[in-house]
């Protein structure tokens, strides 16, 4: 008859095809969620930067006139200080939901990490009629 403390031994033997490491399997959970989190936030802090560049390229060309003088005694650090405010706008647009831009890109990389994790599973485009 089998002694109980060999039980504990034969449990790994046991779930030995189904999780050949426990521990590794509990560290991708943990870290699935370190990386959803640093996806959404490198997707959102993307489509910020990106937006505050738009808005600074549209304001320096639509914000003078052409055949305007440059006046030489305008603030030198007004470059500055409007770029600044660009990305502060393009990061207020993006945190009120933004244009879809981080939701696209968080997208395709929560598929790509997905693939990592678990190259097993199979992604199948989804079919359109």
Do not use: Y
Request: aromatic share 4%.
């Amino acid at each position: 008859m089998a002694d109980i403390s060999s039980f504990g031994n034969n449990s790994a033997v046991v779930l030995g095809p189904l999780t050949a490491n426990p521990e590794k399997l509990l560290r991708h959970a943990a870290s699935t969620a370190t990386e959803n989190t640093k996806i959404e936030k490198s997707s959102k802090d993307f489509e910020s930067i990106l937006l505050g560049s738009w808005l600074q390229q549209a304001e320096q060309s639509f914000g003078s006139l052409p055949g305007e003088d440059a006046d030489e005694d305008a603030d030198t650090g007004k470059d500055q200080f409007q770029g600044i405010a660009m990305q502060a706008l393009g990061a207020s647009l993006t945190a009120s939901g933004g244009v879809g831009i981080a939701k696209m890109i968080a997208k395709n990389l929560h598929k790509a990490e997905d693939a990592r994790v678990d190259p097993a599973a199979k992604t199948f485009p989804a079919h359109t009629k």
